[in-house]
Nanobody, 118 residues
Framework: QVQLVESGGGLVQPGGSLRLSCAAS????????MKWYRQAPGKERELVAT????????NFADFIKGRFTISRDNGKSTAYLQMNSLKPEDTAVYYC???????????WGQGTAVTVSS
């Protein structure tokens, strides 16, 4: 059974940092592109960041503007999202997604809530 478990969310002040983790099990992690999405209250889910299966390439949404980094440790089957210079508009539930590199299937975690507020 495939599981993606996010952790690391919480309440942080504007300008602060958080590191989200996504621990995967039940799949060959190195065969999956990993993505982080977020969904703010009343808004659609949006893509935040992507990292290739080998971790050699990353991509970010324009609104990130260098504040976040995405990484992965294939030996630990875990992906990370380091979020710096957080803003109130970053408040959302953050989800990780694992997308197989060739077969058309993907998996979602349950999400971890991030609240940026003073």
């Amino acid at each position: 059974q495939v599981q993606l478990v996010e952790s690391g969310g919480g309440l942080v002040q504007p300008g602060g940092s958080l590191r989200l983790s996504c621990a995967a099990s039940g799949l060959a992690f190195s065969n999956y592109v990993m993505k982080w999405y977020r969904q703010a209250p009343g808004k659609e889910r949006e893509l935040v960041a992507t990292i290739t299966s080998a971790g050699t390439s990353t991509n970010f949404a324009d609104f990130i503007k260098g504040r976040f980094t995405i990484s992965r440790d294939n030996g630990k089957s875990t992906a990370y999202l380091q979020m710096n210079s957080l803003k109130p508009e970053d408040t959302a539930v953050y989800y990780c997604n694992a997308q197989h590199i060739s077969v058309g299937r993907d998996y979602w975690g349950q999400g971890t809530a991030v609240t940026v507020s003073s």
